[in-house]
């Protein structure tokens, strides 16, 4: 079971490489013609800055911490409820930081997976919105090193045979500890006030430019929160707002800094931060939400809901979702076969062909 996640550094030493792949990425951040230079130079040129945010929030990133944590417990319950598929072994996959997909696949290799011996993996994006940026650019780096290890051949003899949770924005475990976390939160305001606090709920922005092509973020992301809404009983007014937007194109809005600031100065001054597109804390919730949204805000009603991390709720879900695809013997969702309405990416279509296997040639073009 191969969880797979942007990632984070783990030190402040790690910090300008994790740059460096993260804008060299073209499905993450496209810049052109130009992105294998212009990507590395900004890298170096934020390098400094980033280091001080993950130096603020002690020293490291603690994605790598809760994603094997999860990963981990996740298998020790899926052994469990499905007897049948157990041992389940847990990995970690990570796009920009350690363990890379790489380093991963070279550990199926050192404990006896595929490389002629064979083996079923499953990757599983700890995305539960499904974009091309984020579990399509990880999807797209799996197949690559899946191609140079392995060969290309969905059946390819003695190789790992793959399948994918792509998506899973509405299972009822992640709605359900979600709203918890939310519930948690709105008990600690006076009872008078409770029922005005403004749930805002921060998920991570995307180019315009990837959402007009037709990327599934924006309603994927929107379909979450109208679940947590719908669960939690409508209970308070509520809005979607996109946080990280980097460099001066136009980015999906409004950002939640502007929003925060906004309702503030109208005076509506009770809100709760929601981040609702991730499964765990790291810089963007530790840093940019508590110590620049929240800190600058400068209101003691503006908190956030606590991040899912070791939620046992949540991890059951992760365990509820795999046990059902195992038992599907689906190799991925309907969707995933769909390319976005805009893409001319050639890499994402073998991609798509590949996980999709002998169905790969009925894919819409």
Avoid at 13 to 23: A, K, P
Avoid at 123 to 132: D, E, G, I, N, R
């Amino acid at each position: 079971m191969v969880f797979m996640n942007m990632g984070g550094p783990s030190t402040t030493d790690e910090v300008g490489d994790f740059l460096s792949r993260l804008f060299s990425d073209a499905d993450l951040i496209p810049l052109g013609r130009l992105q294998s230079y212009i990507g590395p130079l900004i890298a170096r040129r934020r390098t400094p800055k980033i280091q001080k945010q993950y130096s603020d929030i002690g020293g490291g990133s603690p994605i790598r911490k809760w994603s094997e944590h999860q990963a981990a417990e996740m298998c020790t319950i899926l052994d469990k409820i499905s007897p049948q598929t157990a041992p389940h072994k847990p990995y970690v996959a990570f796009r920009y930081a350690d363990p890379l997909t790489e380093e991963m696949y070279q550990r199926l290799f050192d404990d006896g997976f595929g490389n002629g011996k064979g083996g079923r993996a499953v990757a599983f994006t700890q995305y539960p919105q499904y974009s091309c940026s984020t579990t399509g650019s990880s999807l797209n780096e799996l197949w690559k090193w899946r191609s140079r290890l392995e060969g290309k051949a969905t059946d390819q003899a003695g190789a790992i045979q793959w399948s994918v949770i792509d998506r899973w924005p509405v299972h009822p475990g992640l709605i359900e500890a979600f709203a918890q976390l939310i519930e948690e939160q709105l008990k600690t305001y006076p009872e008078a006030r409770r029922k005005d606090v403004i749930i805002l709920f921060s998920a991570h922005s995307l180019p315009m430019s990837v959402v007009n092509r037709g990327d599934t973020y924006p309603a994927e992301v929107a379909a979450t929160v109208y679940a947590v809404m719908q669960r939690i009983g409508f209970s308070n007014p509520y809005r979607l707002c996109w946080q990280s937007q980097v460099g001066p194109s136009a980015w999906l809005g409004a950002q939640t800094s502007d929003t925060v600031e906004n309702y503030v100065k109208k005076g509506r001054k009770d809100l709760i931060l929601v981040p609702i597109a991730f499964t765990s804390d790291h810089i963007e919730t530790l840093y940019e939400l508590d110590l620049e949204v929240i800190h600058e805000a400068g209101s003691e009603g503006v908190k956030r809901a606590a991040s899912l991390n070791g939620s046992h709720v949540f991890i059951q879900a992760l365990a509820d979702i795999a046990k059902t695809h195992l038992e599907s013997g689906e190799k991925c969702s309907m969707q995933l076969g769909l390319r976005c309405q805009g893409c001319t990416s050639e890499r994402c279509l073998e991609q798509k062909k590949f996980f999709l296997g002998k169905q790969g040639d009925s894919i819409i073009l």
